[in-house]
């Protein structure tokens, strides 16, 4: 487990975190969220141990910890195996387990045939694959990923999402910090949400949703139905071949009495998306 | 730690033994070694010559007014002097049959002879020595003396110089040009790995992977490693230079047709290397100190150039003052601080009588003074690599060294 308590860092006259807390359970994909300068890369550079806290505890119950910065730059004029070695070389790794993991690692990521290339011939997607490689060689039990998913196209993000849901079922416990509320939503089982260095809120994602969820329904139908001459009903929008239902209160007998007029097919709660918990919690500003 | 030390060392000193520019400043040298040993074997009965045609000697017109110099102006291998009158030195001069010409006064001892060519004559002086030699002999001549004692009159004297120490007089020559090198060398080898030093420190801030790094190895680990990278490296240029003197100094009696050579005391050695060592490590990282928090390559060399210009007071200093007077009070207390005395010490030590007491002190605060600026910069590494934005003031780097 990685546990972040009542962490506080100032730099300068700037306050980048203010009481900051939060807790990643081990072999979970956890989400740091939040808008630019909220805290969140101070954060990670805090259980990096790149730079220290002012006051705060961190727990850190994982032996070897993978990072993936947001920034992504590898020395231009070495070689990838040549870069593969020195990384290894910088964790102590055993020379035959280095070769072992970047065999397995040139492979799953489909970098084999480039071994020998120059980093500076490599294009953006294939030096991002390196990075996650480097940030993997060593076998980490937690992998940081800081903004994985900032200027990748769609084939290589589906890519890295994979990776990570392999990573999950290996047992891996994943930290990524990212604005991409899709992806967030894909891949984290709990999430913290950062504003100015605060916590807003830490947890599950489902509890995070019950949290926010509004009094919406969505409710397809055989034939038509005037939904405004029902009681309590604030509002009706088209969505697909049904109707999204906006509530005065929690539809509890409202099913009941649908069913009563009309043949439902379909008939859900509308969950509201973590981009629109995002904008709702740290948005505004 | 260890390891992760050597790991970076090696990948600097890989990096830069790759480069282009150390292929030409090391393979340089051991190319000369071979073609000087090889060229000093093949002529060795001759002496050392170059392998071209040897230059032409310079044909000199002579204008005599004075009708008293030309009879005693004798041509050598180098210069031909030819007697001829004004319009015809013109002329050969325009036509290149002649290099130049000197008009002589009519009283060469009242005024001065002029020199004309179509380009500025270098030798004037050797020129004017033979004129003085032909006015000499002129001289002996009208007083009817033996013309002959010229050459005895125009000998010169030289002075050997000698250091007194307590345990007795010792030769200083040797010394004197050891001490003048080892300044001059200090001096430039701090420049340029300060200038590779400088670079290599903020390689990881420029090209982005600063945070991808520090995970795994600490900033001063880090430094640490780039530091003894780059001196590695350079270290090896300086020893292939160093093998060239030796060879040059070791086949001189083929080359020269004379042996060359000096002793240095083992005490002064000593100083030397260690002076050497310290005054880099100096140096170097008070020039970290300015470009530590740099983010652009542009801002690099501005903040080197702060840098080096600081270490060009002491460079000034040893040869404009402590040369002339190097037991002064100005020499001596400056000896003693620590900024000065990698520059300042050698300098005395070669050409003065120090006191064992100076020596010692000025190692001990120098060593003192080194360690204390390494870990301040080391520091300031650390806190800085993170930064983005302008470069540091000095405030701000004082407020750095401060911080926890």
């Known amino acids: ?162 990776l990570v849901f392999e990573l999950k079922s290996r047992g891996k416990t994943v930290l990524l910090s990212t604005h991409w509320m899709d992806q967030a939503e894909q891949l984290c089982d709990s999430v913290c949400l950062i504003k100015n260095g605060e916590k807003i809120y830490s947890g599950s994602l489902d509890a995070l949703r019950m949290k926010h969820i509004k009094n919406e329904i969505y409710v397809e139908i055989e034939g038509n139905i005037n939904f405004e001459e029902f009681q309590g009903i604030n509002k009706v929008k088209k969505e697909g071949k049904g109707f999204i239902l906006i509530m005065e209160k929690k539809p509890e007998n409202f099913i009941r009495e649908l069913t009563d007029i009309a043949d439902v097919k379909e008939f859900r709660t509308v969950y509201p998306s973590l981009e629109d918990i995002f904008i709702e919690e740290v948005g505004g500003e | 730690m260890v390891n992760k030390v050597f790991t970076i060392t090696r990948r600097e000193f890989l990096k830069y033994i790759r480069s282009k520019w150390f292929r030409v400043f090391f393979i340089l040298p051991l190319i000369s070694i071979i073609m000087i040993y090889l060229l000093a074997r093949i002529m060795p009965e001759e002496g050392f010559k170059l392998p071209f045609k040897e230059k032409e000697a310079k044909k000199i017109g002579i204008v005599d007014h004075s009708k008293k110099l030309i009879p005693f102006l004798e041509s050598t291998d180098k210069y031909d002097f030819i007697q001829m009158d004004s319009t ?28 004309f060519s179509l380009t500025v004559e270098v030798e004037i002086d050797r020129l004017a020595g033979f004129l003085t030699s032909a006015a000499i002999k002129n001289r002996l001549y009208e007083r009817g003396l033996e013309i002959s004692l010229a050459e005895e009159l125009r000998k010169r004297i030289y002075i050997t110089p000698k250091k007194i120490t307590k345990k007795g007089e010792k030769s200083g020559g040797g010394l004197i040009a050891v001490g003048i090198s080892m300044v001059i ?67 001189a009696v083929y080359i020269f047709q004379k042996n060359i050579a000096f002793t240095l005391p083992t005490g002064i050695l000593f100083y030397f290397i260690a002076a050497f060592l310290l005054g880099y490590t100096l140096y170097t990282s008070f020039i970290l100190l300015f470009v530590s928090s740099v983010s652009s390559e542009q801002e690099v060399n501005q903040a080197m150039s702060v840098g080096v210009i600081v270490i060009m007071i002491p460079y000034f200093l040893t040869f404009f003052w402590v040369i002339k007077n190097p037991n002064s009070l100005v020499s001596v207390v400056s000896s003693l601080i620590p900024f000065f005395t990698p520059l300042v010490m050698p300098m005395r030590l070669s050409i003065a009588t120090v006191s064992l007491w100076q020596a010692i002190l000025s190692l001990f605060l120098l060593a003192v003074s080194t360690w204390g600026i390494l870990i301040l910069a080391g520091k300031v590494y650390r806190l800085s690599m993170l930064m983005v934005g302008k470069p540091l003031r000095l405030s701000e780097i004082i407020r750095l060294i401060r911080m926890k």
Request: hydrophobic share 45%; glycine share 8%; aromatic share 8%.
């Open chain 2, 88 to 115: 015809q030195a013109v002329e050969k001069v325009m036509s290149k049959d002649i290099d130049g010409f000197i008009i002589i006064p009519e009283d060469p001892d009242a005024s001065k002879s002029t020199y």
């Open chain 1, 1 to 162: 487990m990685l546990a972040i308590k009542d962490v506080y860092k100032t730099f300068g006259n700037v306050e980048a975190l203010k009481g900051l807390s939060f807790e990643v359970k081990k072999g979970t994909v956890f989400g740091l969220l939040g808008p630019n300068g909220s805290g969140k890369t101070t954060s990670i550079r805090i259980i990096l141990s790149i730079i220290y806290p002012d006051k705060g505890e961190i727990e850190i119950g994982f032996k070897k910890i993978g990072y993936m910065p947001e920034e992504r730059g590898l020395y231009p004029d070495m070689r990838i195996d040549e870069l593969i070695i020195f990384f290894s070389r910088l964790r102590g790794m055993d020379k035959l387990i280095t070769e072992k993991q970047m065999e397995f690692w040139l492979s799953r990521l489909e970098l084999s045939d480039r071994r020998k290339d120059k980093v500076k011939n490599l294009s953006k997607g294939l030096k991002q694959r390196l990075h996650l490689l480097i940030s993997v060689l060593h076998d980490p039990e937690l992998l940081i990923l800081d903004e994985p998913f900032m200027g990748l196209d769609p084939i290589a993000i589906k890519g890295l999402r994979d």
């Open chain 2, 185 to 251: 060398f200090l001096y430039m080898f701090i420049v340029f790995a300060s200038q590779l030093m400088a670079r290599s420190a903020v390689e990881e801030k420029l090209n982005g992977m600063i945070e991808l790094i520090l995970p795994d190895i600490s900033p001063s680990k880090l430094l640490l490693g780039k530091l003894l990278g780059v001196t590695a490296s350079l270290l090896c240029i300086a020893t292939a230079w160093f093998l060239v003197g030796f060879t040059v100094i070791g086949n």
